[in-house]
């Protein structure tokens, strides 16, 4: 028979597009909303980070959005290349200090070429 | 300049045995983390050490201890395994400011049957 498990939200996108990957976060307290990118078989690896009283930062490529009004987070890559298929993540750092991250379930970005 | 790094990489148990998960960071880190990895989700933090000394638990902390040797190395227990302690362990690292910016090992997968 076939087997039922948990199965991330997938992100399909054709490479050179534009990619949106979007979270809904609990808690609001936290001081700082973070994205994370997980390449098959690695640990996560830190891309951006967006403290609470911004609404938007750029990185190289990537553009955080955060909307505390609805408690959204969205991570926005320009141009997408094969190198950023991986699984994302959104985090947030609950009320600060150094007591670790609460981390989303997770979207995979596939890149169509 | 490893970063973080994990011992074993691959590791399978029976149920009840015990074992110790290695982690080392030589990037001066004071605060370090141990999270779990189950399929499909996100990470779940077990306990962290926000410096030399100190452990705390995390959101997930029954069934392991944790021991703070120094500041570059920070060890992850399992006193008697059982199968829902399956899972892929990380360890990550970060320094005091910019602590949601944390640096991850690669992982140890662990099969308990």
């Known amino acids: 028979g076939e087997s039922v498990g948990l199965h991330l939200p997938t992100l399909s996108v054709q490479e050179g597009d534009n990619s949106i990957i979007n979270c809904a976060y609990s808690?609001?307290?936290?001081?700082?909303f973070i994205w994370y990118k997980q390449e098959s078989g690695k640990g996560p690896q830190f891309i951006i980070d967006?403290?609470?009283?911004?609404d938007k930062r750029q990185g190289q490529r990537v553009t955080v959005l955060l909307n505390k009004t609805v408690k959204h987070l969205s991570l926005q890559i320009a141009a997408t290349q094969p190198g950023d298929s991986a699984v994302y993540f959104c985090?947030?750092?609950?009320?600060?200090?150094?007591?670790?991250?609460?981390f989303g379930k997770g979207t995979h970005l596939i890149i169509q070429p | 300049n490893a970063g973080v790094t994990q011992t074993p990489k691959f590791q399978v148990l029976k149920t009840g045995q015990s074992m110790t998960l290695q982690c080392a960071q030589d990037?001066?880190?004071?605060?370090m983390y141990w999270y779990r990895q189950d399929p499909g989700m996100g990470l779940r933090l077990i306990y962290y050490?926000?410096?030399?000394?100190?452990?705390d638990k995390g959101e997930v902390p029954n069934g392991y201890n944790v021991s703070r040797l120094n500041k570059r190395e920070f060890s992850l227990r399992l006193e008697s395994a059982a199968p829902s302690q399956t899972s892929v362990y990380f360890c990550?690292?970060?320094?005091?400011?910019?602590?949601?910016?944390?640096?991850f090992g690669p992982g140890t997968r662990l099969t308990v049957t």
């Open positions: 990550a690292s970060g320094r005091a400011q910019r602590i949601y910016e944390q640096y």
């Open positions: 808690n609001s307290a936290s001081d700082y």
């Open positions: 967006i403290r609470s009283n911004m």
């Open positions: 985090a947030e750092n609950g009320g600060g200090g150094a007591d670790g991250l609460t």
């Open positions: 990037m001066n880190h004071n605060s």
């Open positions: 050490s926000a410096s030399e000394g100190t452990t």
